[in-house]
């Protein structure tokens, strides 16, 4: 089912979300902008790391929400995607010890592919199956300074694949950081250890030098049987910041290895290293560029399903200036992939090796059409390999009221392109395959409205509200295939549509209580000439509801005593009760740079599992569980 | 197929405007626009929300900046921008000196002259080396010291902002400013994280 508004707007031009942070500028007269803002106002005002330029959150057409490095640390979250379970526009099951699937907007799967993740500016999601192997992302938390999460299309800023949503992991930069510090973790799910330190390099300049060791115990099924889930993971890395007057030069890389618990047919091994460099310049016209260019290499081998090595590059520039009343941002970019793959038991690609390229180019124009009223509109083309150019519009307005209020809407249209399972993968490894890749399979395409209301109706309480509504179009399916089996092809359509919402209460240094609701329905149904069973259900396993409440409490100077609590609804298909769950830590800063914490996950006790596996393994089941950290900082 | 040649003729034009796109930039000029413009502006509140003893009470609110030429300029435009504070003009003193700052007690004798009148100070990051002169020179005074970093306000200055989050906070002492018979409204003390807590 096509609707008309699609084929309208495929040529309007789209807007998106500022480069680099996806928050906003203050506006065009900055100084007035800052000057009309209480003082309790002026504490929400954001410093991108990367601009340097004052942004308001609130002034973002799109539904943005934002974790801070510091609800990070008072919770004691160990991993990324324990960080995300923060965000009350994400949803996040755990799978197994490491392994996550995260979603925005629904169609969660253990293999996700909608989300655009990125850390620090540099995409971690594989162009092997378009998702993100979750237990391989391991970041310094201790150095996180926000996680910026965008539910719905990002296409026109940030391209394919950034179809339910854009996540974008701040670290901060070296020249903020001073000193060090050595911490740990140990609980009876794992035990970690991190340290870092900044050096001096040269007088401009910063060196951030960091590692940190990690392990996942094994998790236990339903029945209390031990699952060969295990992760442990080693990475080390640094980044440099450099700054003079107007530029800001950094060059940041990392080295990890990791490896599971023996599993029937072999342990799953990993490792990598990536090197970024990204040169950014303030200009006169109120404005910056930016140069970044990266390399990445990653070699994951799993004896069940398949070995690969992917070996990426990347060069991207953008330019954001001010003009009269436009705010132009424009940028292009090329990235090439080289991967080479060997036969699992389960998989096979075909062909073994193959290079991928993708190249971009976007312009986005945000027009001060009154005081209160802006209109943004843009456009990015993105090519791939497999099916050559794909267009994504985006038109978005908003208008700011009285205290603080923002209401907005956008129109846009984003795709998932297609990536080597699904036109290269072949199950079983071995012929008769059940399993084909698709040679026709094209973009995943999905057509957004989204409307939202944002407002800071008292200098202590925010809220945000944000309605939503997706037609997706040609959505990954199996159709029959004449040599037997089926080929992957795009055999389902259909809508995903909800309501998200949250609202943060916050005493600037004494207590904070955040709330977030999420509503989410599907209505998907199979395109003419399909009919298999399992085509939809594929498609994702979501909860129609989810409720976050997130609360801390200063006690005294130096105490803390935080809480996290939230209820997931029943997963349909296949079925998975719903759960609730409660995390609460109590830490205590003792002075000399000395911090500790103890906390339990899961105090309810209700074990409880969270998705269904797709890699071999039982299902996994999690109860409470008891931790402590500490960590020293000089 | 059209989208293929297309994806390749993206490819090279992408390659060739990248190219441009540097060439045509590098000439740039650097804009020095960062959280200066926050600290200007939480000064103005501070200087919104302050009482002056019967000395100072009168003619324009001087603000005086210890650092670079850009961070005065920064703060003469939000200056100009808010208008007059309380019905009284607000103008601002730069105060160049050089990064390193000689002897503290020669320092404090160069910018007590400097100083003189001015209803706040702000010594900039880049000048921090200037601050214990700078909390010398105005000591007695009714003058807000303002700085940067996590021990501006344990050295003896009023308010000290730091990054935290992102964003900029800022840490008080309350009974410093009272010495200096400034009345400052406890909504802006409120604010104020308390020093050195955790």
Known sequence: MRHSFQHRHAGVLLAALAWSTGAHALGFDEPRALLELSLEQLGDVEVTAASRRATRLTETAASVHVIHGDDLRRLGIRSLPEALRLAPNLHVARINAAGYAVSARGLKTSLSNKLLVMVDGRPVYTPLFAGVLWDMQTVPIEDVERIEVVSGPGAAAWGANAVNGVINVVLRPAAQTDGGFAGGWASEDGHGVSAAQTVAAGERGAVRLYGKHDRWSRSESAAGAPVADGWSQRQAGFRGQWRSGGDDLRVQGEAFEGESSDRPFGAVRAHGHHLLARWTRATGDAGQWTLQGYVDVVDRLDPLIIDDRMTISALEFAREASFGDHRLAWGLGYRHARDESRAGLLARLIPAERTLEWAHAYLQDQIAVSARMTVELGLRLDSNRYTGVEALPTARFAWRGENHTLVWGALSRAVRSPARFDRDVHFPANEPYLIRGGPDFRAETSDVAEFGYRAQPLDWLSVSITGFHHWHDGLRAGIGAPQGGVFISNGVEGRTYGVEGWATARVPGEWEVALGVLELRHRLERMPGFSGANSIRDQGNDPEHQVLLRASRRLGERQQVSLFARHVGALPDPFVPSYAQLDARWSVNAGNGFAFGVGARNLLDERHAELDPVSGLPQSVFGRSLYVDARLEW | ?198
């Open chain 2, 1 to 198: 197929m059209v989208k293929r040649r297309a994806h390749r003729l993206l490819c090279i034009a992408t390659a060739a405007l990248a190219a441009i796109a540097c060439a045509c930039t590098v000439g740039a000029q650097p804009r020095a626009v960062d959280e200066t413009s926050v600290h200007a502006a939480y000064a103005i509140n501070f200087l919104r929300y302050a009482r002056w003893p019967a000395d100072a009470a009168a003619g324009p609110l001087v603000v005086a900046v210890v650092g670079p030429a850009d961070t005065a300029a920064t703060f003469r435009t939000l200056v100009r921008t808010a208008g007059p504070v309380d019905g009284r003009a607000v103008t601002v003193r730069a105060v160049p000196v050089n990064v390193a700052a000689p002897d503290r007690r020669d320092a404090a004798r160069a910018l007590r002259t400097r100083l003189q009148g001015a209803h706040l100070v702000y010594v900039a990051p880049s000048h921090e080396a200037w601050q214990p002169a700078v909390i010398e020179a105005t000591a007695q005074q009714p003058t807000i010291t303002v700085g940067t970093g996590a021990d501006f306000v344990a050295r003896g200055g009023m308010f000290g902002f730091q990054q935290d989050r992102g964003r900029v906070r800022f840490t008080a002492d309350a009974a410093r400013i009272a010495t200096a018979r400034i009345d400052m409204s406890a909504r802006v003390l409120r604010l104020a994280r308390p020093a050195g807590g955790g």
